[in-house]
C-alpha cells in the first residue's frame, strides 16, 4: 500500500517500459481515484443498485473525459492512455467502467465524429468537464445491438426528426444529459440522433432484477 492509500500494482508484465511518461501519469491519476474514491463506497451501491452521483467531481478532475478526442475541452489522449483509464475504471468496478466508456467513448465520440460544429461546440466542452452526461442508445430488446436489424425509425418533420421505439441496456439513460439515439430513416439509412433529456415522448426507466452492471443499465423509450 503506498503512502497516500493507493494499492501498490505490481507491474508482472514490465507494462510500465512501454509507456511514455504522459501515459503512466494518466494511468496513476485514475488508479488513485479508484483507490481513494470509487472503492470506499462502490460496493454498497452495487447493493442499492444506485449509481454514486458524488463520484463525478472527483472522476472530472482527473481530465479524461472524452478520451481521444482532440479541441473542444477534449484531452486528446493516446489510445493507450485511453485504454488505460479505461483499464482501471474496469478494476475498481463494471458499472463505473460502462458508465465512462458510454458517456466518454461512445456519446462523446458520436458526436466529435459526426456531430455538427453546432453540436460539438454546444456538448463537448460540457461533457469533458463531467457537467453534462451521455448516453449511447444502440441496443434494442428484439435484437441487442445488431445494427443491421434495426427497428427505431426516425421521421423528418420539418427542421426535426420523430423518433419511434424502444431500447434496452442502456448506460446512463435515466440519468443523461443527452442520448445518441440509433435510428433508420425512411430511406433507410442509419443514423445517429441527438435527443435531449426531457424531449417529448422520451422516457428511461431502470432495469431491475440485474447480478451486473446494478448501478447503470437503462431501458428507453421514444
Known amino acids: 500500500m503506498s503512502t497516500d492509500g493507493r494499492r501498490d500494482a505490481p507491474d508482472f508484465y514490465l507494462m510500465d517500459e512501454l509507456l511514455s511518461d504522459d501515459e503512466r501519469t494518466i494511468r496513476d491519476k485514475v488508479r488513485a481515484f479508484v483507490d481513494l474514491e470509487a472503492t470506499p463506497v462502490i460496493n454498497d451501491c452495487w447493493e442499492r443498485a444506485e449509481f454514486p452521483f458524488a463520484l463525478f467531481p472527483p472522476l472530472a478532475a482527473r481530465d479524461v473525459a472524452g478520451g481521444t478526442i482532440t479541441g473542444n475541452g477534449c484531452p486528446g489522449m493516446s489510445t493507450v492512455a485511453a485504454g488505460l483509464a479505461g483499464l482501471e475504471l474496469s478494476r475498481g468496478d463494471g458499472s463505473l467502467s460502462t458508465f465512462f466508456g458510454v458517456h466518454s467513448g461512445l456519446a462523446m465520440s458520436s458526436i466529435a465524429l459526426l456531430g455538427s460544429e453546432g453540436q460539438r461546440e454546444r456538448w463537448l466542452p460540457p461533457m469533458a ?3 453534462k452526461i451521455g448516453a ?3 441496443t434494442e430488446p428484439r435484437h441487442g445491438s ?3 436489424l434495426l427497428e427505431t425509425r426516425a421521421r423528418r418533420d420539418g427542421d ?3 423518433l419511434s421505439g424502444e431500447k434496452r441496456w442502456i448506460g446512463n439513460a435515466s440519468f443523461a444529459d443527452v442520448t445518441i439515439i440509433w435510428a433508420r430513416d425512411d430511406e433507410g439509412g442509419v443514423g445517429g440522433f441527438v435527443v435531449e433529456k426531457g424531449a417529448p415522448g422520451f422516457e428511461a426507466s431502470v432495469i431491475t ?3 451486473s452492471m446494478r ?3 437503462r431501458r428507453t423509450s421514444h
Do not use: S
Open 215 to 217: 448501478a447503470v443499465c
Open 136 to 138: 449511447f442508445g444502440l
Open 146 to 148: 445488431d445494427a443491421v
Open 160 to 162: 426535426e426528426y420523430v
Open 209 to 211: 432484477g440485474k447480478t
Open 129 to 131: 468537464r463531467m457537467e
